[in-house]
């Protein structure tokens, strides 16, 4: 994506108004590519993910700064849940016809999702298309980011926040219903965990993963890329009001934290820190890569995440 | 995207497969984000880039393996344009249901471009959706990346390569014929002038940018950036049989580069060095941000791109 210097052509008209949105956030833009310091001694940490009108959001559920907040968001929450900081965002934008008229509200959420990473935008590309999709690119720098695979045995597991949320949402939608205002929100403006998983990292987190496929499935990927078995309770997992534990521990879209670290991980100054739930739900142990979960001593059937090709 | 050390699921698997073409070429995937060392004191050089079926390709002009090859041999072309090094790709796809049978060719001609540019697959998405679409983001380095906005007075222009394939062979699919093997192989397997880039900048180009929207567009995209009155003289632009000249500078896809650098600059060892052709076609001066171009003596209409929105 390129800037204010270039040619004339509609489709240099719209990336100048995106850019002219963004305003300071966008300053560097200009050139076939962006070009960008990675502080020395840092590894650059990257990821891009993508978020499809009928797939990842409904045009009907959420407004444009909404959709454009919310992919936002969720491209960086992979930043941190490798506990990196974000040095810049690549957005990509295919654009239906119709959809033209909402290039500046899904702008203007994604360059307040950027604000509330504290972080800019380096770059993108524009397209037209027959289906609205927005496809994020976050870069960011770690001295030792924070992997899937570091979980060892004796290890606490814990989790940020409060789940069910985005899962209460996108059934009360499909329903025909409107979710209640705490679940909407859950939804439409999530929260990549940055300052909070860097603070874990340095209080002795091993592994992390946020939470887009489900807490149970996302605790299996972790399971499988560290090669450990998880016992997990789930009766303690913070929930939102009026949803299920099990409900909450299978629905996606969280964009919180699941982490291991030591046992002895000081909660209160986390919580204190971050004004956000901290929540001990299991333990890890040597044996096959799955997820053990019981609630109210019941075993929980695994996995009942969220596959975009089932 | 993640790789082998995942949890079930259909997603998964197509994950899984595409990692497993990979190989070695995308050992590093497996976590929430790619890790990757950038080398003390360059900068990162980013972009991204997306190819949207029935917009930048048709699926009955290309096969499946050609549509991956281009889709990512575009991206890399940005970094060229910046005289960057590749450090590595993120591939987000997006497959509508009938596309699934094809996601290991569009996964070898990934493949088989990110080994043409001598780089890795670092990492990506899977998305379900209604369009094929796949955007790449391309990583490099570069310790001076080459911008479109240095472009100095006095200053001489040069393109690489032969120009008119691209825009020849989607001429003949339009019109229901078949285009020239030539003209075929510039469209499906252009080439990302990565190490041309670098010559030319360590030889004093001090400005470029790479022919996607067509060499006039592109040029006052750049004549903007550096505002600078470029002095173009069509007459010995190279171009491939049975093409005009006109066509041929107007035409886009052509990644090839433009570079603007001494009026000495020692064409002979960089045609021997890469057997390319590299053409002076003008001469930069002070001025208004226009393009003069002419053809056998008489003025060339301005512009004449490819845009994506008229």
Known sequence: MTGA???PGEEFD????LVRGWGERAAGIGDDAAAVRVPDGMQLVATTDAAVDRVHFRRDWCSPDEIGYRATIVAVSDLAAMAANPIGLLVALTLPDDCRMV?????RGIGEAAAACDTVILGGNLARGGELTLTTTALGYARAPLLRSGAREGDAVYVTGRYGGPAAAVREWSDGGQPSQDARARYVRPVARLREARWLAEHGASAAIDISDGLLA????????S???LEIALDGLPVI????????ARGGDEYELAITGPSDLN?????????????RIGTVHSGPPV???TLAGARVAPGGGWDHFS
């Open 227 to 229: 090669a450990v078995r």
């Open 291 to 293: 997820v053990e979960a």
């Open 218 to 225: 996302d605790l299996e990927h972790l399971a499988h890329a």
């Open 267 to 279: 909660v209160a100054a986390f919580v204190a820190a971050f004004e956000v739930p901290l929540t």
């Open 241 to 248: 009001d009026n949803e299920t534990v099990l409900d909450a």
């Open 103 to 107: 290039v500046g509200p899904l702008g």
């Open 14 to 17: 719209l990336i100048r108004s």
């Open 5 to 7: 210097a270039m040619g």
